[in-house]
């Protein structure tokens, strides 16, 4: 069955630092999207990448979708403390009807302050 | 701003015992979900829910398993026999319409389940 996988499984990096996780599925994706889980809470939506090659750009995040359509990364510029938390990438593999969403393994970030 | 809902927050159980997970989807989605993510692992997909009849389940999500939308706004997740390996947190989520440009999934918050 379809696979996702990231890396790294942890980072810790000093506040301000950049962080990045890479996501790499084994099957063609549709679309991929980006969760940001908070310790104790529940996946929140952070956006979504349909396009081969795109890019787009929250503030400080920057997510790229691969040109194959089967990775993807998220990069965090000058890490703040309120960026804690796991990130999951999660990969569908249809454009329409119920999304299936294949999660990746997470990357849990924490912050030094 | 809407939000799904998720009763109860906890559940502790007997191994053997049924249980019913209650999810309320925001009123205006057609797709309801359920996941489950056991302690400091990922979330994993169990099923998929419209137009009152499963559109996709995993392999986790055997006969022990069933999903119900009973009255228009609630939906069900019930384990029939609990096992020791059902003791996860299970996240109800839902999203819009079938031709969405976004799919975004907006999660519960989640119901602990631990089997004892």
């Known amino acids: 069955g379809q696979q996702v996988m990231q890396i790294p499984q942890y980072q810790h990096v000093q506040e301000g630092e950049d962080f990045t996780t890479y996501c790499n599925s084994s099957t063609t994706l549709s679309n991929i999207q980006w969760y940001k889980q908070r310790p104790g809470g529940h996946p929140v939506f952070l956006i979504q990448l349909v396009k081969s090659g795109e890019v787009k750009k929250q503030k400080r995040l920057t997510f790229q979708f691969g040109e194959a359509k089967k990775n993807s990364s998220l990069h965090i510029t000058a890490t703040q403390t309120t960026d804690v938390g796991t990130y999951f990438c999660a990969g569908s593999r249809f454009h329409f009807g119920n999304e299936k969403l294949t999660f990746g393994t997470g990357t849990r970030l924490t912050i030094i302050p | 701003e809407p939000e799904v809902t998720q009763t109860p927050s906890h559940q502790v159980t007997q191994m053997g015992q049924e249980v019913i997970l209650r999810c309320v989807p925001i009123s205006n989605h057609l797709y309801f979900y359920w996941y489950r993510q056991i302690l400091g692992q990922k979330v994993e997909f169990l099923v998929s829910?419209?137009?009152?009849?499963?559109?996709?389940k995993s392999e986790i999500f055997d006969d022990q398993f069933s999903v119900e939308r009973p009255d228009g706004s609630n939906f069900t997740l019930k384990i029939r026999s609990t096992k020791l390996e059902d003791s996860a947190m299970y996240f109800c989520?839902?999203?819009?319409?079938?031709?969405?440009?976004?799919?975004?999934?907006?999660f519960g918050p989640g119901t602990r389940l631990t089997v004892t």
């Open positions: 829910f419209y137009n009152n009849e499963i559109s996709e």
């Open positions: 989520a839902s999203s819009e319409a079938l031709l969405a440009a976004n799919y975004e999934q907006y």
